[in-house]
Nanobody
Framework: QVQLVESGGGLVQTGGSLRLSCAAS????????MGWFRQASGKDREFVAA????????YYGRFVKGRFTVSRDNAKSTVYLRMNNLKPEDTAVYYC?????????????????WGQGTQVTVSS
């Protein structure tokens, strides 16, 4: 059974940075694409970033605009999301997710496994 555990969230001021981590256990991490999504209070889950199994391709939500970077370390079964120049509108619970294949990576319905989420709060 695959388990995903996010960490690294917290409270940061506008313009600050955070690095989220998502550690996976079970399954074959290096075979799966990984995604990051977020959900703000009262809003739908939103695509943030995704990375294919070997890190060869990355994808980002339109709002990212060069501020975030997704990466992975298959030897550590971990995917990262580096977030710079954070804004109050980035406040949300951030989730990592895992799936086979490399299509429809922006669609949360295409993912098979999800972590429990980590809260990111950006103060103004």
């Amino acid at each position: 059974q695959v388990q995903l555990v996010e960490s690294g969230g917290g409270l940061v001021q506008t313009g600050g940075s955070l690095r989220l981590s998502c550690a996976a256990s079970g399954g074959t991490f290096g075979s799966y694409s990984m995604g990051w999504f977020r959900q703000a209070s009262g809003k739908d889950r939103e695509f943030v970033a995704a990375i294919t199994w070997n890190g060869g391709s990355t994808y980002y939500g339109r709002f990212v605009k060069g501020r975030f970077t997704v990466s992975r370390d298959n030897a550590k079964s971990t995917v990262y999301l580096r977030m710079n120049n954070l804004k109050p509108e980035d406040t949300a619970v951030y989730y990592c997710a895992q799936r086979e294949g490399s299509t429809w990576l922006t669609d949360p319905l295409s993912y098979d496994y999800w972590g429990q989420g980590t809260q990111v709060t950006v103060s103004s």
